[in-house]
């Protein structure tokens, strides 16, 4: 590396060689050795007695390598510290900067900078002033703003611009370390929006922003203002010095914005004021340039944020369309996301761009797809829906992501329990999703589907054909689909058992059908308990159906291979299953009309009347009051028993709080330990 003529007057060759060597570097092994050379010399150097004063200042430097490179320092933090005390306006810059860099707000060595702090602040040479600041934004905390704030409220009438800039900076960075501290100067930020320098004016922004946003109501007036600097700087005022790619200051533009979207939220009066410039930063920002993008989707945000107007979303929705359609898959995402925006005050907007946006989740950039299920699933009515859920589906088919599966399930099945057409359609959607999403489905969603079948619509015609029809998908999914998702094969077993005989099949033969897809499918290990559950309502259907009657008298049995899956769970290891098992044998071995009546058909959405006095067991009270039970108290009359003798308890002594007396020897003689009988010793 070759210095610069004049920097070589100033700095060692060792400077030089050393940042040579670490640009120099090929992997990171040889970093760290330089780096731990550098850090013997420098500590042994900073610890010598004669320390050379005029090379401080590149030894600062140094020490900053080091440490910016993760190596520690710490050993030179001290005279960082000092050198920020020097009177050479280079070398307290430099001690400044350094101190920044290796300390923190909460390091012991702030307390040895604050005097100083006060001193510069009061310099006559703005440099130094402004140094100072700069280490004040960094470092100082809650209890040390006390100490500097009215130095830094004074420098708001500094004369040098630059100035009084860094004390707004100051004066916000203190706002956000401690609110209390500077509320009695929220004024001032109001009178620097009025600076004649706009990077005063922009740093006043910046503060106001953050007070809008904790509380918009007082600040409410200041719209006009806002306003006003906005059209100002799309009009082109401000010096050329803050254009970027000739847009005059795009920055303070986004962040006048956001200042306007906070202030006019449900605010009629405000808005009104906006409208007129939002539309003109549209205009002028719509140049396909990124900042000029920038600005063109903060306008959009901010026009949804306000209170609405038909024409300006109008103008957004033309603009955003541009982007949706748009090659870059940056400027696609932002399209996406700002036509959110819109559609969340009025879908109408969207709806000449939703075939652009379906196309995009065909996109293999996942976070773009992402993007537009959100806004899909934001779009969705009752006239699109079909379109929607079938995109949503076919999506399902090809996401790996399981968050990204259980956040598309979630939605498909809210989108069709909300605006679905047909219950027809409401059943296949619900069955391709359980189909090709099983693994991530809800129970809710199954228990809907599941109740939606049961309710019906409320005529007979019309819900027979609907279960029949839905017997029959289910049975053509267990011929045809070898392998099968838990929670579908719950509602598979559930309908069958419910409304398989409308399908014109036997009982029996539907049994054998829900037992060979127990065994084959790979989840019917989990779902036998409901197997055996549909087989039962088939035995009692069937038993009803032979009678002709519907109410009993046929023989309710079970077919062959329905018997033995009964069999096989009458020993299971399985609680549940074993249970259910000998419920269902016992219920078998009743006469017709008893399992009938246990069993009734298409009654599982019917609502139970109960007697809350339970008058079936009133044979059962007598018989035990006759053998000397005792009747039953309600709990009020159990709680005050026991509060009215609480007080008799304790005279009594019914507790004892004294120690229990020790085992005699008599007692222990003859007492033989066996470990497999409690206290038998």
Request: proline share 5%; charged share 25%; net charge neutral.
């Amino acid at each position: 590396m070759v210095a610069p003529a004049g920097a070589q007057k100033t700095k060692s060759k060792e400077f030089y060689d050393i940042v040579r060597l670490i640009g120099e570097c090929k992997n990171k092994s040889d970093e760290d050795a330089i780096m731990r050379r550098e850090v013997m010399l420098l500590r042994t150097i900073l610890a010598s007695p004669k320390l050379e004063k005029a090379k401080m200042k590149e030894y600062l430097i140094r020490l900053m390598y080091v440490e910016m490179l993760g190596h520690d320092a710490s050993f030179g933090y001290i005279h960082a510290v000092k050198a920020t005390h020097e009177s050479d306006l280079s070398m307290k810059r430099v001690g400044y900067l350094a101190t920044s860099a290796f300390l923190d707000e909460n390091h012991d060595l702030i307390i040895l900078i604050v005097n100083t702090l006060q001193q510069d602040l009061k310099n006559d040479n703005y440099l130094v002033v402004c140094a100072a600041l700069t280490t004040v934004c960094r470092l100082v905390n809650e209890e040390t703003i006390p100490a500097v704030l009215p130095q830094v409220a004074d420098l708001l009438t500094h004369p040098k611009e630059h100035v009084r800039k860094k004390a707004v900076m100051v004066l916000h960075r203190f706002h956000q370390r401690s609110p209390d501290a500077v509320v009695h100067l929220h004024s001032k930020f109001r009178q620097m929006l009025c600076d004649k320098d706009p990077s005063v004016m922009s740093a006043a922004l910046c503060a106001l922003h953050d007070l809008i946003l904790a509380d918009p109501v007082p600040h409410k007036n200041l719209v006009p203002s806002f306003v006003s600097i906005l059209k100002q700087i799309v009009e082109h005022r401000l010096p050329k010095a803050y254009d970027y790619h000739r847009v005059p200051a795009p920055f303070i533009q986004i962040k006048l914005l956001k200042i306007l979207a906070a202030l006019g939220v449900a605010d009629k009066a405000a808005s009104s004021e906006m409208y007129s410039v939002l539309s003109t930063a549209l205009k002028k920002g719509d140049n396909q340039i990124n900042i000029g993008n920038a600005i063109v989707y903060e306008c959009v945000r901010t026009a949804a944020a306000i209170y609405p107007s038909p024409v300006l979303l109008e103008h957004c929705a033309r603009v955003v369309s541009r982007f949706v359609k748009s090659h870059n898959n940056n400027l696609k995402y932002v399209g996406l996301d700002a036509l959110s925006c819109i559609v969340n005050i009025n879908p109408k907007y969207a709806v000449e761009h939703q075939m652009a946006v379906v196309d995009c989740l065909e996109d293999p950039d996942e976070s773009l797809r992402k993007k537009t299920m959100d806004l899909l699933y934001r779009m969705t009515k009752s006239h699109n829906v079909e379109v929607i859920v079938q995109k949503m589906t076919e999506f399902l088919r090809s996401a790996t992501d399981r968050h990204t599966r259980e956040e598309t399930v979630s939605r498909i099945s809210e989108l069709a329990e909300r605006y679905a057409p047909t219950t027809q359609w409401f059943i296949d959607t619900m069955n391709a999703m359980f189909a090709i999403g099983g693994d991530v489905v809800k129970p809710a969603a199954a228990h809907n589907l599941m109740r939606l079948i049961g309710e019906g619509s409320g005529e007979d015609a019309a819900d027979a054909t609907l279960r029949a029809s839905a017997v029959a998908a289910y049975l053509e999914l267990l011929a045809t689909k070898p392998k099968l998702p838990k929670v579908l094969l719950e509602v598979i077993l559930w309908v069958v058992g419910e409304y398989g005989v409308l399908s014109g099949s036997t009982a029996a033969g539907l049994m054998d059908i829900l037992c060979d897809a127990v065994e084959a499918q790979p989840e019917g290990n989990k779902v036998q308990a409901q197997a055996m559950t549909a087989c039962a309502k088939l035995a009692a259907a069937g038993g009803a159906a032979a009678t002709g009657t519907g109410a009993g008298g046929g023989e309710c049995q079970l077919s062959e291979k329905a018997a033995r899956l009964l069999a096989r769970n009458l020993n299971s290891r399985s609680v549940d299953r074993q249970q259910r098992a000998h419920e269902i044998a016992a219920l078998l071995r009743e006469a017709p009309a008893v399992v009938a009546a246990a069993l009734p058909p298409d009654a599982s959405c019917e609502d139970l009347e109960l007697d809350p006095a339970l008058p079936a067991l009133d044979a059962f009270v007598r018989k035990a009051l006759a053998e000397g039970a005792s009747p039953y108290q309600p709990t009020s009359e159990r709680i005050a028993v026991l509060r009215a003798g609480g007080a008799a308890g304790e005279a009594a002594g019914s507790l004892r709080f004294d120690a229990y007396d020790a085992p005699t020897t008599a007692a222990l003689a003859g007492a033989v330990y066996d470990p497999y009988v409690p206290n038998s010793a």
